[in-house]
């Protein structure tokens, strides 16, 4: 560049003020701000497996909280009969899956039994035969695909002298059947419970006590096997009768609906039929019943629910005290610091299973179950807590802006929740989302060894379901399969989400474990 | 090193000391458990009691009970279980089946564990190890109980391959194949965890270490890629996964009470168990001592064995 060029004249006429009116600011940003929440946001919707693991926790949050209110059971339901029956949806059973049947293997006699139910009450017990075998005795076997709802079939019942009127009525009113004949008893000692409600048939030996085949007759039908009357208003019964009950070939001989005894009268029920009169509802139970004929679709969500409020109580106040000590430990350092770490690293040793056992023992008769479970999960759970927000603090406090800030008279309070909290808050929030399933896991397994009592006549949780189940594994799997199934879930859910948010809070620990 | 080790020990006595003074008042705060009266006389119960030093001042019974743990190694005697049985007799002779199957499951964890951690790193990013990590996220996030319903249901119940419930060793000698056998589903159900648990470790530490330039170093002086990483990075990742092994090793002491109590193994965790159900506080208090005892050494020996296995790790440093 050279100084001697000839450059042109311009007049100082020419030129103008070209922003004199104007006020000159930078540019305003076209885009929004990603702040710190928004930015581990876009992060966190990257993470395919974390967004369907948080979706799934919503889900089964929902279910937990939802089915208590709408579902037609609660948990001190308990119904004496559809004990341990299987799971069942309306809608699916129609294609032949979730229809609450089980394959079970049957005698002649067995046989018998269950069709008869089903020729009486028009439902079908056995849906399907599937096989049959004989065996080297001779004695023929089948494979019959059961109902387990359908199977109970009739039931005695005493009722007073209003409930007899009063069914006798609703049956009048709706045309369905509830009572039938009582059929003549016999070879009590090898009947057992109700069914000797459904031995409605003239059987082959009837003084045999094992073999309980049924007499038919030519046309391979069940021989009926009623008690019968010459009054037709025997016991005070003006309803409905069964087909065929119409006077017998004398015109005079009618069946028998009731009898008399001390309490009013003794009846013999369609059960399923009076289940609903009794409900107002179709006995479905969508994960089947345990044995104590609990709904285990209702009891699980009110044992989710409990579970969840539990552990969002406990992560909560975990995190209160945690972020308050681990700020003073961090922050002041030094003497304070190894004092109360010491006092934290006391706490962190004791077992936690002593923790509670020993809260359990001292406070479940003053502040309940649930209340002292809660004192121990907080005892020693903010620990963790306190731990990584002293971490961070030492990571921070000695860090250029926190000495500007401090220079220009910030008080120890405004630094320390103003100026060096927020930066915790990632890690803050992904240990607490990780409390949840840590309390939930272990508050299933102390409910399963039973060294908390959560079980109540309205309280249930879910490792008091696995260990009711326990004994049933064989026989009866599904009592375990669907609490074993929704924790299973609701771990794997957590796990995935809580990487994800650890991922998205703080990028530079991508991939590392702990 | 010998000073940090001493220093150690002596601040876990006193942690312990003051964990076991805390639980001891509040153990002996409970009310007694009551006296079975059928075929028993009461006024000989009270009167034992009476004699044991009952009726003394909490810090008085704290002394005597001191006295007789440190001078005589004596935790009393049980009241409701194993009635006048050595506490520390019962427990010793409940310990080899804790141990022998949590032994075992480890045995046979640590080196699946590590085989599918390392082939994980080997194949980082790759199909293999998405399917491993995606296997091992749901294995270790399953509680165990699930495992052990999962064995019970199907290898138990359906195959019948092994029996429900451990031998006992009136019938099976405790390392007969009998007694193993019936080990199996238990030995199954803590391992799948523990399977998990250390691929996931193995991989993470593997695959920083093969990253990082000393490898590349290995490579460029003429080692093969498995010559390197046998040599190199696994050596260096040891020096992380070896102390994790360790403390498990020490943890079986432990145990695991769901698991003892679903297979129905009578070791401590059951003897825990009972001891809560039944209020035996002598049993209760040494028990309590016991699991303390095992968490403070297992934290001890990892952070020692660091410092052994590589003493480039500044004591302490890590945690």
Sequence with gaps: ?514 | MGKYIVKRILLMFLTLFIIMTMCFILIKMLPLPAIREMGRDVNLILAKREQMGYNKPLLVQYFLFLKSVVMYWDWGVGEQMYEALNVWDVLIQKLPYTITVNLYSILIAIPLGLGFGIYAALKKNRWQDHAISTIVVVFISVPSYVYAFIVQYLFCYKLGWFPLTLESLDTAAFFSSRMIRSMMPAIMSLGFGVVAGLTRYTRAELSEVLTSEFMLLARTKGLTKAQATYRHALRNAMVVILPMIIGEFIGILGGSLIIEKIFAIPGVGSLYIYAINVRDYNFFMALTVFYTFIGLASGIVIDISYGIIDPRIRMGSRK
């Excluded at chain 1, 974390?50 to 089964?60: H, K, R, S």
């Excluded at chain 1, 032949?96 to 079908?124: L, S």
């Design chain 1, 1 to 514: 560049m050279s100084n001697d060029m000839n450059l042109p004249v311009f007049p100082r006429e020419k030129f103008a003020f070209a922003n004199i009116d104007k006020r000159i600011h930078d540019a305003k940003f076209k885009t929004k701000p990603i702040g710190y929440f928004k930015d581990a946001w876009l992060r966190f919707r990257k993470n395919k497996s974390a967004v369907v693991a948080a979706v799934l926790i919503v889900l089964l949050a929902l279910f937990a909280l939802i089915v208590p209110f709408v579902s037609n059971y609660d948990v001190s339901f308990r119904d004496g009969y559809y004990k341990t029956v299987l799971p069942k949806n309306d809608f699916f059973a129609t294609f032949g899956i979730w229809n609450g049947a089980k394959v079970q293997r049957e005698t002649q006699a067995g046989y018998d039994y269950f069709r008869a139910i089903g020729v009486e009450t028009g439902r079908d017990v056995v849906l399907d035969v599937k096989s049959q075998s004989v065996d080297r005795n001779g004695i023929t076997y089948y494979s019959l695909l059961v109902d387990s709802y359908y199977k109970v079939g009739y039931t005695y019942v005493n009722l007073s002298e209003t409930e007899y009127l009063q069914l006798q009525e609703y049956q009048n009113s709706t045309g369905i059947q509830l009572m039938y004949p009582l059929p003549e008893t016999y070879r009590t000692n090898f009947v057992m419970g109700n069914m000797g409600a459904n031995f409605w048939y003239v059987l082959e030996d009837p003084s045999a006590t094992s073999d309980g085949q049924a007499l038919l007759d030519e046309n391979g039908d069940y021989i009926k096997n009623y008690i019968t009357s010459d009054n037709k208003e025997q016991a005070n019964y003006t309803s409905l009768r069964i087909a065929g009950d119409d006077g017998g070939e004398d015109g005079n001989t009618w069946y028998v609906y009731g009898q008399r005894n001390q309490s009013g009268y003794k009846a013999r029920v369609d059960y399923y039929e009076y289940f609903k009169y009794k409900n107002n509802f179709e006995p479905t139970f969508l994960f089947g019943t345990n044995i104590y004929g609990q709904d285990i679709f209702t009891c699980l969500a009110a044992g989710a629910r409990l579970s969840f409020l539990l552990a969002i109580s406990v992560s909560l106040i975990n995190f209160f005290i945690g972020a308050l000590y681990g700020s003073i430990e961090g922050y002041y350092g030094g003497a304070i610091d190894i004092t109360l770490e010491r006092i934290s690293d006391v706490l962190a040793s004791v077992p936690f299973i002593v923790v509670a056992t020993l809260f359990q023992m001292h406070m479940a008769d003053k502040v309940g179950v649930l209340g002292s479970l809660l004192f121990a999960f907080v005892l020693t759970g903010w620990v963790g807590m306190a731990a990584r927000v002293r971490m961070q603090f030492y990571r921070f406090k000695g860090q250029e802006y926190i000495l500007a800030a401090r220079t220009l008279g910030a008080s120890d309070a405004r630094l320390i929740f103003k100026h060096i909290f927020p930066n915790a808050i990632g890690t803050i929030i992904t240990g607490s989302v990780l409390t949840i399933p840590g309390v939930i896991f272990t508050e299933s397994i102390l409910s399963y060894l039973n060294i908390i009592h959560l079980e109540t006549s309205a309280l249930t949780s879910i490792g008091t379901m696995l260990a009711n189940g326990q004994g049933y594994l064989n026989t009866f799997p599904h009592i375990i399969l669907f609490p074993a199934l929704f924790i299973s879930i609701l771990m794997i859910s957590f796990n995935l989400f809580g990487n994800g948010l650890r991922d998205a809070f703080n990028p530079s620990l991508r991939g590392a474990d702990e």
